[in-house]
């Protein structure tokens, strides 16, 4: 794609990161056919190639942005589905961040629109608040259906109610900072703890403490770690990432320099992929850049950190049959594909692939309540595709994927490390009671 920025203009650093993205941009439309809002709208401008252009246009002409390139760049879920079809190396990623980041500086959303993302901001990144949030939206549950037809903002906060849980799980089984393995270590590694999956599903960790520390790692859950930034991030609001970014890292180096850190162990993928990008995130920041480096080059999802230790085939005591739900930000943002299967096959499980896996979810983030009509679609497709598989059960690795399938699946959402735990000397997960 040919650009016309001016001098001055590359002297800004958004358009430094965006104008190489651009120019790799042939404009060949292999985007379209994955791009999960092409697929429902068929709207090109609601295509990566198209957001792309808007995009372009926004920042080369260095105007605010409009509202037909907030309605269209709002729709992106993030999902990076283009980014593993693109022949071209488009780090659509990137351009994204940067386009969402000048349209949070630069446009002035409606008081309500504006009034829900500060909610989502102040309220999802810290477990405390959310804990209390989860309370209250279970009184509100049964105003849903009153609010869906009280227009867009009614309807979001319907999407708001109905995806908390009626009741929260008991807290973590393992509050302590350092959980040490009954033998010698062979590794060391900090935990991300992480924010919304903490009151959500503490099992999640439990699980990955228990089986690592059996495999003889030693595990640490640092005080003062907090949210990666990625919620923020993906709301425009770069410099509260950047700030949750820092603080991060601040812990894990401090570890690094105390007792060392052979990993940052991570349980949701979708942080995941933000930590492994703190290297370019802060990469302007002169006292951050060489730290940040260094986290990301740590960064493991919890199934790259389990495929380097010596796990032992054991019987497994229930054979199940899983759909395994890849979430977006595990194959499309981390390139994790084939490996979380051939671990829950090596531990006995059956696996099956639902079809149209490529595809989101709609959970991404935030987006199942901003945009809870094209979120509901998605999620109702996924579902379909679960169900055809006919598993007794459906594995992934994403806090966010498994509370958007949720209860409709008609079978069990259970995090890939809840289920390898349980087959190689775990606790069975309450939720396998069922099946």
């Known amino acids: 794609m040919q650009t016309h920025f001016t001098d001055a203009q590359r002297e800004d650093p958004r358009v430094r990161i965006a104008e190489p993205i651009l120019r790799k941009c042939v404009h060949c439309g292999f985007c379209t056919a994955t791009c999960p809002t092409f697929v429902l709208l068929g709207d090109e401008l609601d295509s990566p190639r198209g957001r792309i252009y808007l995009m372009k246009e926004m ?61 989502l901001a102040a309220v999802l990144p810290y477990p405390a608040r959310f804990r209390l949030a989860i309370r209250a939206a279970a009184l509100g549950a049964p105003f849903a259906p009153l609010l869906e037809r009280a227009g867009e903002t009614g309807a979001r906060l319907a999407a708001m109610l109905r995806l908390a849980p009626r009741a929260l799980p008991k807290p973590s089984a393992f509050p302590q900072e350092v959980v040490k393995p009954a033998q010698k270590p062979v590794a060391r590694v900090a935990l991300l703890a992480g924010c919304a999956q903490k009151p959500l599903r503490p099992s999640i960790n439990d699980a990955a403490i228990r089986l690592l520390t059996r495999l003889g790692v030693e595990v640490v859950q640092p005080k003062g770690e907090g949210c990666c930034g990625a919620l923020t991030h993906h709301l425009g609001r770069d410099e509260e990432a950047r700030a949750f970014a820092r603080r991060d890292i601040d812990v894990w180096t401090a570890e690094i320099e105390a007792r060392g850190l052979d990993a940052v162990v991570v349980t949701a993928s979708g942080c995941g992929t933000v930590l492994k990008d703190y290297g370019h995130m802060l990469q302007d920041d002169p006292a951050y850049a060489a730290k940040a480096a260094k986290i990301s080059a740590l960064t493991r999802d919890v199934t790259e950190f389990l495929a380097s230790l010596p796990l032992k085939p054991l019987a497994n005591r229930q054979k199940l049959t899983l759909a395994y739900h890849s979430a977006c930000s595990m194959q499309h943002g981390q390139k994790i594909t084939s490996l979380p299967k051939e671990l829950l096959r090596n531990a006995g499980f059956e696996v099956r692939d639902p079809p149209e896996g490529h595809l989101c979810c709609g959970s991404a983030g935030t987006y199942n309540i901003l945009q809870p009509k094209l979120a509901a679609a998605l999620r109702a497709r996924k579902i379909a595709n679960i169900r055809s598989t006919g598993a007794d059960a459906i594995a992934a690795g994403n806090i966010g994927c498994m509370t958007q399938i949720g209860d409709g699946a008609g079978a069990p959402v259970l995090h890939t490390v809840e289920l390898l735990d349980y087959a190689y000397g775990g606790p069975a997960p309450a939720a396998l009671a069922a099946v």
């Open 59 to 119: 920042l080369e002409h260095g105007r605010p942005a409009d509202a037909e390139t907030v309605k269209h760049v709002d729709r992106c879920l993030s999902c990076l589905s283009c980014m593993t079809t693109c022949p071209s190396g488009v780090n659509y990623m990137h351009l994204v961040d940067e386009g969402r980041a000048h349209i949070e500086e630069t446009f002035v959303r409606a008081p309500a629109d504006r009034a829900l993302r500060a909610l």
